[in-house]
């Protein structure tokens, strides 16, 4: 069985060419599902942080490109109750505010 691959450029899709008509059906379904996900599913990361409050403080997202949003997908405070807030974000970094003590987890997409 021989799957010839093409060069397409980043973000595109393209079907496989098989012997194998398997192979480019599931290639197909693929394809189809990645054109039904939001972006923000198939082109983020999830950043896992722990900071010290109070003050602002910065987490390193590694997404390789400034982010399109953040979204926080779990909170903690392991102490007393606070206050936590993103500030905004660059190519490598959140900035963010915590009142006390926190973990999470941020989805950067």
Known sequence: MAIA?????????ALLKSDD?????LS??????????PSF??????VDFHV??????TIKHG?????GGVLLTYLNYPGAAGTWCN??????????YASVEATGKLWVF
């Open 5 to 13: 691959r093409r060069a397409v450029r980043p973000g595109a899709t």
């Open 21 to 25: 008509p398997t192979v480019e059906e």
């Open 28 to 37: 197909r379904q693929l394809n189809d599902l990645k054109r039904s996900l």
């Open 87 to 96: 500030n905004g974000w660059d190519s490598t970094v959140i900035y963010v």
């Open 52 to 57: 010290m409050g109070p003050g602002s403080q």
């Open 63 to 67: 997404l390789g490109r400034t982010p």
């Open 41 to 46: 599913v198939i082109q983020g990361v999830s």
